[in-house]
């Protein structure tokens, strides 16, 4: 009887002994779960967390601001100025008036006079250096798109507008030529400019009648898919 009750004390400690063991376990386990996550990072850590954060997600701020539209344009006779505005309001773009030092005046406009300015410019090629007022645009590396618009002379671009496109970087940009004229056409006055800037993606351009109806250069600018 003694040797049987010895034995029954004996296994209930034994028994006793496993199940706390078992519980220290539990609660190591747990302890050491709770401190990986809770540890506090070193600010290396944090830092090198902030990085890979930032390479992974889109900033919408940023990509937000991307595809900004200027049209730059030169306007003797103020046909250019308006198909401009036009192009800007349906863009909302910004505006760039090409200006020279030297305005035409309405008699230098005279084409069917010979020793009009325009004339004489146009037999003499040399001549047609026209000093601007600037050919610096503000903020210019944030615009994706560059529309430039201009009269056309003798199936040409007016030359007023050659100094602001040698005197600019056109690399990454999209170049949209236009012009407006009572009878020719856009011809290669885009192409002309294009080898005149050497940089750029230049596409090819449209040619609106003086007095174009707004409606008509928004479908035009619409049919882009800019």
Known sequence: MKRTIALLTG??????????????SSESLSENSITEITEPQTTSEISENKSELSENSEDPVTDSMNGKTLVVYYSASGYTKKVAEYIADETSGDLFEIEPVNVYSDDDLDWTTPDSRVCYEHENPESRN?????TEVAGWDSYDTVFIGYPIWWGEAAWVVDNFVKGNDFTDKTVIPFCTSSS??????????????????WIDGERFRSGVAEDDVKA?????GL
Not at 130 to 134: G, K, N, Y
Not at 220 to 224: A, K
Request: with cysteine; glycine share 14%.
């Open 220 to 224: 035009w600018v619409n049919s882009l």
């Open 184 to 201: 020719s056409g856009l011809g290669e006055s885009g192409t002309l400019l294009a080898d005149m800037a050497g940089t750029g993606n």
């Open 11 to 24: 296994f209930m400690c034994i028994m006793s002994f496993t199940a706390c063991g078992d519980s220290n």
């Open 130 to 134: 026209v000093e601007l007022v600037s």
